[in-house]
């Protein structure tokens, strides 16, 4: 079964750290692209974070920019995401998925087709 | 970054109902959109992708169409399974960015 499972999520207090972490199993996770979702308080889903297959190439939103890290482990089947300097603002449900490409037509396209369940952050004194 | 803007913001609709969401982009993105589906409590589910292509196991119900700036989501025939928020997602360039999604309610 193809699965994504975070953890590490919980609360912390505003400038601090946190370090979340995806899963996966089920299957081969070095051909795919993965990307970070979150999704605060009864608001709508914002992109935050994707990397490449290999890891060379990585993208972020502009708002976590220079304090979020996205990385991953390949021999363990692992995604992260390191959170410094975290503000209220970053308090969200975390979710990971697995980017999937498709070619239609001769051209690629872009998709996240599988998900986990999230992962709560909580930044608050 | 590229804003997406879906309208309605939220649809009463019944059991059966066609129920049509729109989702437009701030600048062409060629046919590089997708739309999910999500629950209360629950993550998001793909339901097309390239704008119009189903994926796997979604409903024949559901279609899109649309390219360049201006898309659409439709429900041909309303599910009880379907009430649900909607949103849309550009994939042509980064960041990637979502609508604001789109909330089917019972009527």
Request: charged share 20%; hydrophobic share 35%.
């Given at each position: 079964?193809?699965?994504?499972?975070?953890?590490?999520?919980?609360?912390?207090?505003?400038?601090?750290?946190?370090?979340?972490?995806?899963?996966?199993?089920?299957?081969?996770?070095?051909?795919?692209?993965?990307?970070?979702?979150?999704?605060?308080?009864?608001?709508?889903?914002?992109?935050?974070?994707?990397?490449?297959?290999?890891?060379?190439?990585?993208?972020?939103?502009?708002?976590?920019?220079?304090?979020?890290?996205?990385?991953?482990?390949?021999?363990?089947?692992?995604?992260?995401?390191?959170?410094?300097?975290?503000?209220?603002?970053?308090?969200?449900?975390?979710?990971?998925?697995?980017?999937?490409?498709?070619?239609?037509?001769?051209?690629?396209?872009?998709?996240?087709?599988?998900?986990?369940?999230?992962?709560?952050?909580?930044?608050?004194? | 970054?590229?804003?997406?803007?879906?309208?309605?913001?939220s649809v009463s609709a019944s059991v059966g109902d066609r129920?049509?969401?729109?989702?437009?982009?701030?600048?062409?993105?060629?046919?590089?959109?997708?739309?999910?589906?999500?629950?209360?409590?629950?993550?998001?589910?793909?339901?097309?992708?390239?704008?119009?292509?189903?994926?796997?196991?979604?409903?024949?119900?559901?279609?899109?169409?649309?390219?360049?700036?201006?898309?659409?989501?439709?429900?041909?025939?309303?599910?009880?399974?379907?009430?649900?928020?909607?949103?849309?997602?550009?994939?042509?360039?980064?960041?990637?960015?979502?609508?604001?999604?789109?909330?089917?309610?019972?009527?």
């Open positions: 079964e193809v699965q994504l499972v975070e953890s590490g999520g919980g609360l912390v207090q505003p400038g601090g750290s946190l370090r979340l972490s995806c899963a996966a199993s089920g299957f081969t996770f070095n051909s795919y692209w993965m990307t970070w979702v979150r999704q605060a308080p009864g608001k709508g889903l914002e992109w935050v974070a994707n990397i490449k297959d290999d890891g060379s190439e990585k993208n972020y939103v502009d708002s976590v920019k220079g304090r979020f890290i996205i990385s991953r482990d390949n021999a363990k089947n692992s995604l992260s995401l390191q959170m410094n300097s975290l503000r209220s603002e970053d308090t969200a449900v975390y979710y990971c998925a697995r980017d999937l490409s498709l070619m239609i037509l001769l051209r690629w396209y872009d998709a996240m087709d599988v998900w986990g369940q999230g992962t709560t952050v909580t930044v608050s004194s | 970054a590229i804003q997406m803007t879906q309208s309605p913001s129920v049509t969401i729109t989702c437009r982009a701030s600048q062409g993105i060629r046919s590089d959109l997708g739309w999910y589906q999500q629950k209360p409590g629950k993550a998001p589910r793909l339901l097309i992708s390239a704008a119009s292509s189903l994926q796997s196991g979604v409903p024949s119900r559901f279609s899109g169409s649309g390219s360049g700036t201006d898309f659409t989501l439709t429900i041909s025939s309303l599910q009880p399974e379907d009430f649900a928020t909607y949103y849309c997602l550009q994939d042509y360039t980064y960041p990637r960015t979502f609508g604001q999604g789109t909330k089917v309610e019972v009527k």
